[in-house]
């Protein structure tokens, strides 16, 4: 029996008014999307406009890069920014400040790279906070972006050579810094400068998935879009799903950059895709034998040396407590440090404790979102082990007359 005419006309109008939703919320995407797009565009049209403000970082002969000394400004990092002071040695402070050569407190150098510098406010770094927590030390905070062994050197024989007085040097050495020795910086002669490689030609990493490149598209021209992408990401973060691809680095939870101690690396490509020319076996010796330099160094001037190791995001996901970096420097550490501390237990208790349903809670309690870098807490975590050690063994201050010539 074929279908009254009244039924086929209600069915033709049913399909009608969903093809005209169906347009509809096309059309009301599209016209979002292209709000998106050109307010985003406006957005950084205007901040450009306004003139970027200084960074604080200039060129140097010896370190490659450093800070420029008794220098102000406010530095952006995500989605935030906060300001940024350096003192008179060219190290990031509290404020702009004279350091004198010598002092009443016992002075602690601390030596690293971004994790140390701290791409957050200074009152919430782990830098800033063991030198609120301990005011009876001089803390000097030597970290630069993208620093490694290498420059942990040259700014020890800085401030040597400067005869400023120091009682203690702690370095902060990051999962980063083999790839950093064994395929980014090389050494320009025998005085221990170092220059880099071409950095435009560096290589980007091949692994970045489809999703990770589309995403860093929508990043890059969508600001609201890429909000609602962060926040669904985010809530899988948090139940364990680990996955992010913020920027061109890849995965904040397995990149090449710090896979090296739980998976096979890529040896053959350059920075900061791979390992070339030296290779991650390359890069822990390089490592090893600025490090040696290093201590021998302060060993001639009486100086005591320290070394601490933190984990990144990948190492909580995919490593163990006793992960090769802890082992590597554990080892290295005998006979040379005063104290050895590894931050990496702290981080797989605080794991631990996430519930069942919440696995992945730690990431976004510790770390800045869609990125490898501690926010307050983590920061909070990683001072608060420092204090400790330092409670428990204090810095002396040194007699210069017992310093080895």
Known sequence: MAPAPASRHQGRQRLRKLLLHFVGLLIGVAAFLALDWFGTAAIEWAAKSKGAQGTCRVHDSVRHHALQPNCSTKLPWGGDSYEFFTNSLGFRDEKIRDVPLS????????LGDSFTESPIA???SYVGRIAAHLPQYDFLNGGVLSYSPSNYLNVARMVLAKRV???????????S??????ALYSDVDASGAVTTIDEKRSNLPTGTSWYGRWRLRIARHLMITNSIFEFFERYLVNRGYYHLYPNVEGDVFDRERSAWTYRKVDETDRFFAGYAPLGVEGGIAKEKAKMTLLWEELERHG???????YPWPAQIVHDTPDSRQVLI??????GKCRRFISLFPQFFAVKDQCPRTEPGCWYPRYFIPGDIHYNAAGSALVADAIIISLTEAPPTKLSRGTAKR
Do not use: K
Not at 103 to 110: A, E, I, N
Not at 303 to 309: A, E, T
């Open 122 to 124: 200074w009152h919430d």
């Open 329 to 334: 420097w554990r080892d290295w550490c005998q």
């Open 165 to 175: 007085e120091i009682d203690e040097v702690i370095v902060f050495i990051d999962i």
């Open 103 to 110: 002092g009443v407190r016992p002075r602690v150098l601390l």
């Open 177 to 182: 810094d083999t790839q950093d020795e064994a």
């Open 303 to 309: 100086v005591p040396l320290s070394v601490v190791v």
